[in-house]
Structure formats: structure tokens, C-alpha cells
Nanobody
Framework: QVQLVESGGGLVQAGGSLRLSCAAS????????RGWFRQAPGKEREFVAA????????YYVDSVKGRFTISKDSAQNTMYLQMNLLKPEDTAVYYC????????????????????WGQGTQVTVSS
């Protein structure tokens, strides 16, 4: 069974940057869209960003627009999240998610829209 493997998390001061990566364990894995969610202690897992695998159209939650950039390398079957101007409220476990089937219209920013998940990587932003 294919797995998504996140990397790049860590501890950073407010205002700093981190770059997360999400690689598929199998190069042949295909998805229609891949995204990032995050979950802070005691909170629900929330959508952060996503990118269409064909066309590369990005989607962001309002709270990260202008600070985070999602991108992909299709040849490496890897997705990235460049996070700049990090804030303490960005502290969370960040999860990579993918949808392996097609869909119509805009992607829904909810967990149930995605059917393959990674194990998560911790991002901690100190004030």
C-alpha cells in the first residue's frame, strides 16, 4: 500500500522559515490532488493548502496566504510547502494527504476529500 512520507518539520523562531516535503513511497502512485493539513493540540485537523497534480493550481486557507507556498515536482512525485514568516499559531503536526480518484469542481478542504495520508511532521514555532 502506498504511503506518503513527510519531512522537514522542526523548531523555528517566529518570523523564520521551514520547508516541508511529502513524497510518495511508490513512484507510480497517482493522485489528482495533494494537500497539507495541520492539527494543533486540542484542535481539529484543519486544511492548510492543496495543489492540483495536473495544472498545479494552488489552494490556501486564508490564514497562510502570502506566507506559505505549495509546489510540486511531478518527476519526483513529491510535494512541498514553503512556510515563511512563521507564527506561534502555526505550531502543529502537519499532515500530507492525497486524493487518488477524480473529482468535479473545486476540491473540498475537508479530511474526507482525501484518501491517502502521511504520518505527520511536527512544526513548532517559538515566540
Amino acid at each position: 500500500q502506498v504511503q506518503l512520507v513527510e519531512s522537514g518539520g522542526g523548531l523555528v523562531q517566529a518570523g523564520g522559515s521551514l520547508r516541508l516535503s511529502c513524497a510518495a513511497s511508490e513512484r507510480t502512485f497517482t493522485n489528482t490532488i495533494r494537500g497539507w493539513f495541520r492539527q494543533a493540540p486540542g484542535k481539529e485537523r484543519e486544511f492548510v493548502a492543496a495543489i492540483r497534480w495536473r495544472g498545479s493550481e494552488p489552494y490556501y486557507v486564508d490564514s497562510v496566504k502570502g506566507r506559505f507556498t505549495i509546489s510540486k515536482d511531478s518527476a519526483q512525485n513529491t510535494m512541498y510547502l514553503q512556510m515563511n514568516l512563521l507564527k506561534p499559531e502555526d505550531t502543529a503536526v502537519y499532515y500530507c494527504a492525497a486524493r487518488s480518484t477524480g473529482y468535479f469542481g473545486s476540491p473540498a478542504p475537508v479530511r474526507s476529500f482525501y484518501d491517502v495520508w502521511g504520518q505527520g511532521t511536527q512544526v513548532t514555532v517559538s515566540s
